[in-house]
Each structure stands twice: as C-alpha cells, then as structure tokens.
C-alpha cells in the first residue's frame, strides 16, 4: 500500500455512492453524534448548572471525572452484550453503544459547566444580588454568560471524544465510519483502513473548527478578551494653566501669571535650590523689617 493506492481509493466512484459510500457513512457518524451529545446536554448541563450554582452535591462531578478512566471498549462490549439481548428489534446493537457513548461524553460536559459557574467572581453575584435579581436571573445573566467559555471548551471536548469512541462501536455492528476500518480489517484491505482513518480525523477537525467558531462569536469580547486594549498616552498641555481665564490672589489673570518655570530657572540661576533656600536668601518680610 502507498500514496496512490489512497488516492485511488478517494477518486473511485465506487466509494462514494450507496450504503457503503462516503456521504452515507458520514452522514451515520454525524446522526450518532448528534444524538449522543443531545442526550448527554439534557443530563451534564442542568446538573453541572445546579452543583455550580449552589456548590452542592460537588461528589457527582468527582464521580463523572472518576469515570473516565473506564476503558470505552470495553464498557461498549460489556452494556452490548447485557443489555442488547433485552432489546427485541434492529436496534438492539444501537441503542447500547449510543447509551455508552452518552456515559462518555456527560464528563467533559459536566466538568465544563461546573468549572465555568464556580469561576464566575463572587464580587459579580453580590453585585448582581444587590441589584435585585432573583437566583434565576443571577444565573441566566450573570453566572451562563461568564461560564460559556468554560462550557464550549467542555463541549468540544466532548465531541471529540465521542467522535473518536463512535469510530469503534462499529466492532458492535454499529455504522458510521467504523465500517470502514472494521470491514478493512476482516478483508485485510488496508487501504480502506488508512482511508477510514483519514475521513474520521477530518471529520474531528471539522467539527473542532465549527465549534472554535461558533465560541469565538457566542462568547462575549469582554469576557474572551477580544477587546482591544487602547494604550492610555500622557498628553502635555501647552499651556499649564487649565484655566488660563482664572484669577489668583493677586488679580493677576492666567495669561498674564508669572510662569512657575521661569522663576524656578531664576532660583537656580541665583544658586538657590529651592524655596526654603530662596526665603533664607531674600528673608521674609519679617526678617527685613528687623535687619
């Protein structure tokens, strides 16, 4: 096998239509996606919601990360194997691998939402309580906001994952693009295997990229940091006076004002390095009238 024999395999018409086609088979790995993560949404987001918010019951997202460490082909074989017997149509093999794709993709997302709520500053609740809203709306419109980013990045996590895991429920008569690499395998195609391989990593990246664009235009620019930050410039006046209309004790306008500048150049000139020095020189008006 070689480059030629890939794109050979890509350029066939042959691979591109029927059931065993490339849209079709794609089309499966998005449908298990999809509902996957639909199903898993409905139980991470309101319980990561609610152990962020209140702080309680923090044991369940401990549990969720726990239960990553479980072999995902393993735990497809074993919930296929007890639970699809019960199930008495064509769905006996899908339902089981998608229940185990949701078990593997409620983690990140619960994680992420979890994270995302506790991190919001305490300072922006108080605030927000201050202001007279209820729990409800301190959560919808300050706590989501500010934990989107958190969440997004859980999401992604977990569309990766399950996009991935779905790739080998295909060893449990599952379609999508497994097939290819399940089938390649039993006929020693190899080819069809490394060409498999190639449209699931593609398909990861695309999805990876969809998802890094609907952050990047969800979250808010203050709270991404896509604001631009404006360098504050000291600018000096001409004149220094900012009030050059003003009168000072005298009655002298400010036009009309002896410059501070110049009088200080004056004390210098003369030797006098400061106004202390300068009254000990001249002497105040007491002092001359005693000498």
Request: overall charge negative; hydrophobic content about 45%.
């Amino acid at each position: 096998m070689n480059a030629n024999d890939v794109v050979a395999w890509f350029t066939d018409p042959a691979n591109w239509q029927g059931t065993d086609g490339v849209p079709n088979r794609v089309l499966e790995h998005l449908v298990y996606t999809a509902i996957t993560l639909l199903l898993a949404l409905v139980i991470a987001i309101p319980l990561g919601a609610f152990v962020g918010h209140t702080g309680r019951m923090r044991w369940l997202v401990t549990g969720a990360n726990a239960a990553r460490a479980v072999p995902s082909l393993g735990l497809l074989f074993a919930v296929s194997m007890f639970v699809g017997p019960l199930i008495q149509s064509d769905l006996a093999f899908v339902i089981p691998s998608i229940a185990v794709l949701v078990l593997l993709a409620i983690p990140p997302l619960l994680s992420g939402t979890y994270a995302g709520i506790d991190s919001v500053e305490p300072a922006a609740r108080d605030a927000a309580r201050g202001m007279g809203m209820t729990g409800w709306q301190v959560f919808a419109r300050v706590e989501a906001p500010c934990a989107l980013p958190l969440f997004l990045s859980g999401l992604r996590s977990a569309t990766l994952q399950v996009i991935a895991t779905a790739t080998i429920a295909a060893s449990v008569s599952l379609g999508g693009l497994g097939r290819y690499l399940i089938d390649g395998l039993a006929s020693q195609d190899y080819t069809q295997m490394v060409c498999g391989s190639i449209l699931v990593a593609l398909l990861a990246l695309a999805a990876d990229g969809v998802l890094a664009l609907v952050e990047r235009y969800a979250v808010s620019p203050g709270i991404s940091g896509r604001v631009p930050r404006v360098a504050r410039s000291r600018t000096t006046s001409a004149d220094p006076d900012p009030h050059p209309d003003s009168t000072d004790s005298t009655g002298a306008t400010g036009a009309n004002r002896p410059d501070p500048d110049s009088r200080n150049s004056a004390l210098w000139a003369s030797g006098s390095t400061g106004p202390a020095e300068a009254t000990a020189a001249t002497g105040t008006p007491s002092e001359r009238d005693r000498t």
